[in-house]
């Protein structure tokens, strides 16, 4: 393998751009910061003709509905729901509720949690605009 350090940056469109996401880890600031962040990331290079792949399947269970509208097409949309189906038969299987395997907060935790998100999703898109100008 090449030595990084020899390779030189070239510029490219970022429609030529493939990106892969994965939770890194769930903590306090994942549904606040990082979550928010990835996903205005992604809008952005999907917007330019890029892709944007998801690790981990059990990551989009619960929120299908939402990617679903947001599929390319229906196709597209179709498969989504066919893999989350798959996912949760699989785990049924084996005993085990993905879609209720990670823990809710209380209503007035998720209002707070929601109300601090929104705010920082409201930075950082502003953020997102000022240096992409």
Not at 55 to 76: D, M
Not at 107 to 130: G, K, M
Request: proline share 2%; with cysteine; net charge positive.
């Amino acid at each position: 393998m090449k030595d990084a350090s020899a390779e030189h940056r070239k510029e490219f469109s970022a429609s030529e751009l493939t990106i892969g996401i994965k939770c890194g880890a769930s903590d306090t600031t994942s549904g606040i910061v990082s979550n928010p962040a990835t996903g205005v990331a992604a809008d952005r290079i999907i917007g330019c003709g890029g892709r944007v792949i998801f690790g981990e399947t059990t990551e989009i269970i619960g929120a299908e509905h939402i990617l679903g509208k947001r599929a390319a097409n229906k196709k597209v949309s179709d498969s989504l729901y066919e893999i989350v189906s798959r996912m949760e038969k699989e785990g049924n299987r084996m005993r085990v509720n993905i879609r209720g395997s990670q823990p809710r907060l209380k209503t007035s935790e998720e209002d707070f949690r929601a109300s601090r998100r929104n705010r920082l999703v409201h930075y950082i898109r502003q953020a997102v605009r000022h240096w992409s100008t």
